[in-house]
C-alpha cells in the first residue's frame, strides 16, 4: 500500500519498499493498457479498463487492481471476455435502460451507458441501468462518480461468480455480489469530496484471497472455507473452497442480501447467475455473462438540489461530531491523491508478470 504523505512534499519520493516497484500514474496506466492490447483488446476497450484498474490500485484496493491483469489477459486471449466487440443498446423504455456489453470488457458497456442514463436522468429524474453479458466490473462505485459529478446520486450492485451458500447450505450459490453508493456533498457553494459506500457481501472480497495467494501471505479465519466446508487461513484454499457472507457466524443478513442482488443483477438482467459463470480465477471456459444495475436519481426531482446537499451536510457535521468517525470513501480518496504525486507500488514479481504480458 502506497505511503500517505504530505501533498506539499511533492518533490520528496521515498524509495519503494524492497521487492516493490514504483510506477507513475501515466507508466501503470500505459503497462496496463499494452498488456491488455498485446492479448487483442482493442484501444478504446483496453483504454477504460486501465484507468479503472490503475484506479483501484490507487486507492489502495490491491484485490481489484493490477493484480487482476493476469486474468483479464487469460480471458482475453481464451475468449472467456472478447476485447474487439462494442456495446449496444439491447432495450430502451422510459427511464430504463439496458445495455448488452456482448460479451465484452465491462468498464467500456459501463461508461457508454452510464452516459446515457445521466441524460435519461436529467429529462426525467431517474435513470434505471442495466449492463447484461458483462464482465468483471471492477471497483462498482468507481463506476458512478459521473453521477456524483452530475450532482445526482447513484446506487449500483452487480453479480458474480458463485463462491458463496445461501442461508443454511454449504455450497456456493452466490458471488460476493457487491453493493456500492455515491451521494454529492457541497460545502457552502464548492463541490466536496462525495460520500463513496462499496461493499461486498462476502465477509471479504474475493480479490483480497486472490492478492493474498500472490503474494504467499495467509488470511484471517472467518473469511473462507476450504472445499471440505472447513474454516481455513490458505488463501488458496478458501479460492478452492467458499467465502462466508457478511455476519455469517451470527446471521443469514448477509446471504439474503447477496440473493436479492443475485435476482436484481442476474435475473433481472438476464444475465447469467452466480452459479452458471464458472470460476472467474481459470482462463478457460464460456463468456461469464456478468450483470450490472445502476440507479441513479437526480435529487431535483425529490427534495431539490439545495434542499438535498443541506440536509446532507446536516447529517456529516453530526457524524463528524464524534471522534474517531471517519466518511465512506475519504481514505480511499486520500490515498488516490496520494498515487497522483507519487505514483503505485506493486510487488516486483507481479511488474514483471505484466511486463511479460505486455511484450
Not at 492478492?211 to 472467518?222: D, E, F, N, Y
Not at 471456459?285 to 427534495?303: E, K, Q, T
Request: proline share 6%.
Amino acid at each position: 500500500m502506497n505511503q500517505i504523505l504530505d501533498p506539499d512534499q511533492a518533490s520528496v519520493l521515498p524509495p519503494p519498499a524492497p521487492e516493490q516497484v514504483r510506477l507513475s500514474w501515466d507508466e501503470a496506466q500505459a503497462l496496463v493498457q499494452r498488456a491488455l492490447q498485446a492479448a487483442g483488446a482493442l484501444p478504446e476497450n483496453a483504454a477504460p479498463t486501465a484507468q479503472a484498474l490503475v484506479l483501484a490500485e490507487a486507492q489502495g484496493l490491491a484485490s481489484h487492481g493490477l493484480g487482476r491483469i493476469p486474468s483479464y489477459v487469460g480471458h482475453l486471449r481464451s475468449g472467456r471476455v472478447l476485447g474487439t466487440v462494442h456495446p449496444v443498446v439491447a432495450h430502451q423504455r422510459g427511464a430504463v435502460l439496458l445495455i448488452d456489453a456482448r460479451n465484452g470488457l465491462a468498464f467500456a458497456a459501463c461508461a457508454q451507458g452510464m452516459q446515457q442514463a445521466l441524460e435519461i436522468a436529467r429529462r426525467q429524474g431517474v435513470a434505471l441501468l442495466g449492463v447484461t453479458n458483462s464482465h468483471h466490473a471492477g471497483v462498482l462505485v468507481d463506476h458512478l462518480r459521473p453521477v456524483a459529478a452530475a450532482g445526482m446520486v447513484g446506487v449500483a450492485v452487480a453479480n458474480a461468480s458463485a463462491c458463496m451458500p445461501a442461508a443454511g447450505g454449504k455450497r456456493a450459490l452466490f458471488g460476493t455480489n457487491p453493493i456500492a453508493a455515491i451521494f454529492p456533498r457541497r460545502a457552502g457553494a464548492q463541490p466536496a469530496d462525495p460520500i463513496m459506500i462499496d461493499l461486498a457481501l462476502s465477509e471479504v472480497a474475493r480479490g483480497k484471497l486472490m492478492t493474498a495467494a500472490q503474494r504467499g501471505q495467509s488470511i484471517p479465519l472467518g473469511w473462507a472455507l476450504d472445499r471440505d466446508g472447513q474454516p481455513t487461513t490458505d488463501p488458496k484454499a478458501g479460492l478452492e473452497g467458499t467465502l462466508l457472507p457478511i455476519g455469517a457466524t451470527t446471521s443469514p443478513k448477509g446471504a439474503m442480501l447477496a440473493l436479492m442482488v443475485e435476482v436484481l443483477a442476474g435475473a433481472l438482467l438476464g444475465a447469467n447467475l452466480g452459479t452458471e459463470m464458472g470460476s472467474f480465477f481459470t482462463h478457460d471456459g464460456a463468456p461469464l455473462r456478468m450483470g450490472h444495475l445502476f440507479i441513479v436519481i437526480d435529487p431535483g426531482a425529490l427534495a431539490g438540489q439545495d434542499g438535498y446537499y443541506a440536509r446532507v451536510e446536516d447529517l456529516v457535521s453530526t457524524m463528524l461530531e464524534e471522534e474517531g468517525v471517519r466518511l465512506a470513501g475519504a481514505r480511499r480518496l486520500a490515498l488516490e491523491r496520494q498515487a497522483r504525486i507519487h505514483g503505485v507500488q506493486i510487488p516486483r514479481a507481479l511488474y514483471e508478470q505484466i511486463e511479460e504480458l505486455a511484450r
